[in-house]
């Protein structure tokens, strides 16, 4: 496919969403739909917005004047693309979710459950009833149906549920499909949940500083990926305590992030993906 040169295409934004008394928003993350997305802040709320039908025609509007510039594909000079206003409405709202700012929000990929994490050391489950796709109808189960899960000594920085859907686009079965992971400060661990249950699976010990991503495998329901302030980016296997492959290949920063996309088939050393990771001088390395 032809590529489009990033720094050719000047794009202006628009507020979708804006947290009230100027809180910082910490995390945002779409369900697997893409029709929502929530966003957790320091205010310590939960919020889910309604990607409203304005924001995709504005969105599918920006899309066609993209593929009509065909300056864009020959190098020449690009034109600026203008957002419209647009609003995205607050369909549900959980005030005091945690004690403590949310930093992380993870949605299961097939069941109507919501992952968050914050710096007051623990991770909730809650899980919603959203009847017949209607926007308005987002409601909490109760709270005391909320699960928690505590055990970190820090800020818990990143939840993710594990990937359950494999290579051929089946998805894996038993009690793995409520598995989540986590990472922070603290004792710098990763430690995998059984969201079900309640209850912790196993601690993975390596990092030296705090974790501040994980990513589940693509297509390698029991694989994962972690990254840390101490400049590591870790491979591990759920089934075994210590990790299958150490990525340092030069890192000299702390890594604050990561995302891994690919996947592939055979031995473990065939299972990694590429893996795209920054760093706060805004460089980064990529792994194949």
């Known amino acids: 496919a032809d590529e489009i040169e990033l720094e050719a295409l000047r794009m202006s934004s628009a507020d979708v ?21 929530a966003v957790g802040s320091s205010s310590k709320h939960l919020r889910v917005c309604h990607v409203s039908p304005a924001v995709t025609a504005e969105a599918e509007r920006l899309e066609r004047a993209i593929a009509a ?23 549900y709202e959980r005030e ?42 987002w409601t909490h189960s109760s709270e005391g149906d909320d699960v928690v899960l505590r055990g970190h000594k820090g800020t818990v920085r990143t939840v993710k549920w594990m990937n359950l859907e494999t290579d051929d686009g089946a998805y894996a079965a038993g009690a793995g499909q409520q598995q989540l992971v986590s990472g922070g400060a603290g004792d710098c661990s990763v430690r995998v949940w059984d969201a079900e249950a309640g ?7 390596f990092h030296d500083q705090p974790v501040t991503a994980v990513e589940a495998l693509p297509g390698v329901p029991t694989m994962l990926l972690s990254a840390s302030l101490d400049g590591a980016a870790v491979l591990w296997d759920v089934r075994q305590d210590s990790p299958v492959r150490v990525l340092q290949h030069g890192l000299t920063e702390a890594v604050h992030g990561m995302a891994a996309y690919g996947g592939g088939g055979g031995g ?13 001088a805004g460089g980064g390395d990529c792994w194949g």
């Open 199 to 205: 209850s912790l699976v196993q601690s993975l010990d």
């Open 96 to 137: 005091g979710l945690h004690k403590g700012s949310i930093y992380g929000i993870s949605w299961h990929p097939v069941r109507p459950l919501v992952a968050t994490c914050s710096n007051d050391k623990t991770v909730r489950v809650l899980r919603f009833r959203n009847d017949a796709g209607d926007a308005v109808a």
């Open 69 to 91: 510039d065909t300056a864009l594909m020959g190098g020449g000079a690009a034109r600026d693309f203008e957002l419209g206003e647009i609003f995205c409405p607050i369909v």
């Open 268 to 280: 473990a050393g065939d299972l990694l993906p590429r893996l795209l990771s920054c760093t706060p």
């Open 17 to 37: 969403f804006r947290e009230e008394g100027g809180q910082a928003v910490r995390c945002v993350e779409f369900d697997p739909s893409g029709e929502y997305f």
